[in-house]
C-alpha cells in the first residue's frame, strides 16, 4: 500500500515486480516519484524457485541502496504452476463426478489431434482411474434436480480416494454450471469429514457449459492447488522477513493483478502469467511511441511467444491448451477454460538444444537445456549447443557483458559444442551455428504469420516490439522474413516482464453459463445475471482499491446462431438492462434489438457474412473489471538531440547478407541519448539483452527513449 506525507507525495515509493522464467529471473524496481528504473537478472533456482527471488530481491535493493521501508508493493509473476502441470509435479488428485461420468476425463472430447498418427499418445489424466470416485444424484441441463444426492454413498467414496493417498479433490458434478447445490452440499459434508482436504469445485472454478472443458480446469486447479498455496504462503514470508512491508500482488494470465489470496484459492488463473506481463509491457511502450497495432514477440531461455495487439490492447481469449503432448499441436494438451491473453508460442528460447535428427537434419528445440545447466558456454556441464551457444559464436553476445556481466560465459565451449554437431551433419561449426539462427527465425516467423492471418490481418501493418533477453537478438532477421518494416526495442527490453507487472491494471473476470435468444427471451433474466456476476466482480477489486482506482465493467457473451456447434465471443452493450416504467415494451426491444445486433456485427466481421434468418442465441455470459494504478508510473521526459554516436568497441559479426563476418560497431545503450541515429550493421548492448541491428536497416532513440529500427528492404 502507497502511502503519502501531507503534502500528498508519495513516501513508499518504490514497486519491485519479479517474474520466474525457465532460464532467468528477472526482477525489476520502479521508483514512481523520480520515474527511474532498476533491474537486475539472476538464473532460476529450480529447486526452490523462492530461493532465486529473495537473493535476487536483497542484490536488487542492496545494489541500488532502496531500503525496504521504501516499497510499497511486490508483483510476482511465475512459470512454476504451468511446469508442475508439463512435468506431473502436482498433488496427489482424485476426481469426484456424476455417476457413470467418471471416464469423461479420458475420453475427452473424442478428437484425434493428429488422424494419421496410428500410435497416438493422449495426455495423461490428472486423476488415474483408481483415483475416482461418482457421486449418486443428477440434475438435469436447467438445473433442475431429476435424483437426489446421496450424501453418504459419496462420502464413502471420498474416504476410499483420501485412504489412496488423495490430499487434492476435484469436485465436478453435472450441470453444475446451471445448479451448485450439489457441490455445495458435498462440499460442506466433505470438509466436516476431512478437514485437511483441499478441494476444488467446478461450480467455482469453471461455471460455463461444456463438460470436458469443465472438468479439466477443475482438475488442473486441484492438481496445483496445494503446492500453489505453499510457495505463495513461503514466498510472502520470505518477502516480508527481507522488511518488505507492502502487498504482494500476482499476475493473472488475463494479463491483470490480483491479491495474493485470490491466487491461493484459483492458481489455475496463474498459468500464463509471465507472457501475459509481457504482452502488458510491449502495450505500454508502444502507446507511448504513438503506435496501437503491433505484434508483441517476446523470446527468453526457454520459449518465444507472440501476442496481437490492436489498439494498445492485448488480444484476449477465453480458454487455452496446458502440457500438449506434442508442443505445436492444437488438441494435444488440456483445455483451460479461463480468460488469458491470446499468446501462441511460435519458437525455441534462449536455452533450446540444437540437434540432428532421425532424417540426419538440423532440428532445434523442443528440449531445453533451462538454467541447469544451461547453454554449453554457461560452463555448468550442458554437453549439447543451444541457440545461446550460437548467438555467441556467431559474434552477437558479448562473453564479458552477458547478463551484464554477472554471468561469465565461454565461447570455447559453444564452439566445441558447435564443431562436434557440424561434423554429423557436413558443415563447419559457423555454418551450424548461422543454421540453427536461422531455423529459429524462420518458425517464429511461419508462425507469427499463420497467427495473425486466422485473424485476418495482414502482418506487414503491425510494428514488431521485441522483448525478453532473446527477443531484440533475434528481431531483425524474424521482421525481414514476416515483411515487418519496423522494430521497437524498449529500454532493458530483457526484464520487460517484470516491467510490465508493474505498469498492470488490477483485473477480473467472472462468467457463467446462461442462455438468452434476443428474439424471444426477457431482457430482465439476463439482467439478474450480469448483476450477481458485477457484485462478483467488485469484490476482488474493492480490496484493492487503497492502490489502485475505481472500477470499469465491461459485459461480454459468448453468443452463437442456433444449431452451430461453436461460440463467437462478443462485446455487449453497456448495462443494466432496466425495463420500466410506461415504454417498457419499447425498452424491451431496444434492449432486444442490440443484444442481437452486437453478435451479428462481430460475426459478419469476422466471416464476411451472417446467415439469413436464423435466430442467435448468447450461452456464456462474462463480466470484466479493471482499475488502474493510482500512481501509475512515468518516465521523465527526454530530451531529442539529433546526432550520432562513437561506439565502445567492435567485433566480428556474421551476417548472412554479407555472407560472412564483418567489423561492426558494439554501442553501449546506456551512452545512447535520444535523437541518435546509426546505419546497421551495428550490436547495441545493455545489462539484460542485446539488440541487433542488420546491414540492411537503420536505428534510431526516440523521446520516449526506446531504440526504433527501420528495416530498408523487409519481405513482401
Known sequence: MFHANQEGSVVAHWTVGIDIGGTFTDLVALDLARGEQRSLKVLTTHQDPTEGV??????????????????????????????????????????????????????????????YDL???????????????????????????????????ALAEVARLVEAGVDSLAICLLHAYRNDMHERRLAQAIALAHPGLTLTLSCETAPVIREYERLTTTLANAYIKPMARSYLDRLARQLAALGLPGDVLMMLSNGGLAHLDEARAQPIALLESGPAAGAISAAHHSLREGQGDLLAFDMGGTTAKLCLVNDAKPSITFGFEAARQKRFAE??????????VDLIEIGAGGGSIASRDALG?????????????????????????TVTDANLLLGYLNPDFFAG???????????????????????????????????????MAAAARVHVAERGQDPRRFVLVATGGGGPLHAYHVARKIGVATIVCPPQAGVASAFGLLVARARAD??????????????????????????????????????????????RADGRFIGQGFNLGVDL??????????????????????????FRSAYAHKFGRT???????????????????????????LQVQAGTAAPTGRRPVYFAERQGFVDTPVYQRALLHPGVQLAGPALIEEETTTVVVGPLARASVSAQGNLVIQIEEART
Not at 488438441?331 to 488469458?340: D, F, N, Q, V, Y
Not at 564452439?415 to 518458425?443: K, S
Not at 446467415?611 to 521523465?636: I, M, R, S, Y
Open 405 to 443: 556481466g554477472s554471468l561469465r560465459i565461454q565461447p570455447a565451449l559453444a564452439r566445441a559444442g558447435f564443431e562436434r554437431l557440424g561434423a554429423t551433419l557436413g558443415h563447419d561449426a559457423v555454418q551450424t551455428a548461422w543454421g540453427v539462427h536461422d531455423i529459429v527465425a524462420e518458425n
Open 119 to 153: 500410435r497416438i499418445e493422449r495426455s495423461r489424466p490428472l486423476a488415474p482411474r483408481h483415483l475416482r470416485g461418482e457421486a449418486v444424484g443428477r440434475l438435469d441441463a436447467q438445473g433442475c434436480e431429476i435424483e437426489p444426492l446421496d450424501l453418504a454413498q
Open 331 to 340: 488438441g494435444s494438451g488440456m483445455p483451460i477454460g479461463i480468460t488469458t
Open 510 to 555: 467472472r462468467s457463467r453459463s446462461f442462455g438468452f435468444k434476443p428474439a424471444t427471451d426477457a431482457v430482465a433474466g439476463l439482467e439478474q445475471v450480469f448483476a450477481a456476476l458485477e457484485q462478483e466482480v467488485r469484490g476482488p477489486l474493492q480490496a484493492l482499491q487503497a492502490d489502485f482506482g475505481p472500477i470499469h465493467l465491461r459485459r
Open 361 to 385: 537434419l538440423l532440428k532445434v528445440g523442443p528440449q531445453s537445456a533451462g538454467s541447469q545447466p544451461g547453454p554449453m558456454c554457461y560452463g555448468q556441464g550442458g554437453d549439447a549447443p
Open 54 to 115: 529473495v537473493r535476487g530481491t536483497a542484490q536488487l535493493l542492496a545494489d541500488h541502496r532502496i531500503a525496504p521501508a521504501d516499497v510499497a508493493r511486490v508483483v510476482h509473476a511465475t512459470t512454476l504452476f504451468t511446469n508442475a502441470l508439463i512435468e506431473r509435479r502436482g498433488a496427489c488428485t482424485g476426481l469426484l463426478a456424476t455417476q457413470g461420468f467418471g471416464d469423461i476425463v479420458e475420453m475427452g472430447n473424442e478428437r484425434k489431434y493428429d488422424l
Open 573 to 598: 452493450p453497456d448495462g443494466p438492462y432496466t425495463v420500466q416504467g410506461a415504454q417498457d415494451a419499447e425498452q424491451e426491444a431496444r434492449w432486444r434489438q442490440q443484444l442481437d445486433q452486437a
Open 611 to 637: 446467415p439469413p434468418d436464423v435466430p442467435v442465441e448468447l450461452v456464456n455470459l462474462q463480466v470484466t473489471g479493471e482499475a488502474a494504478p493510482l500512481h501509475p508510473f512515468q518516465a521523465p521526459a
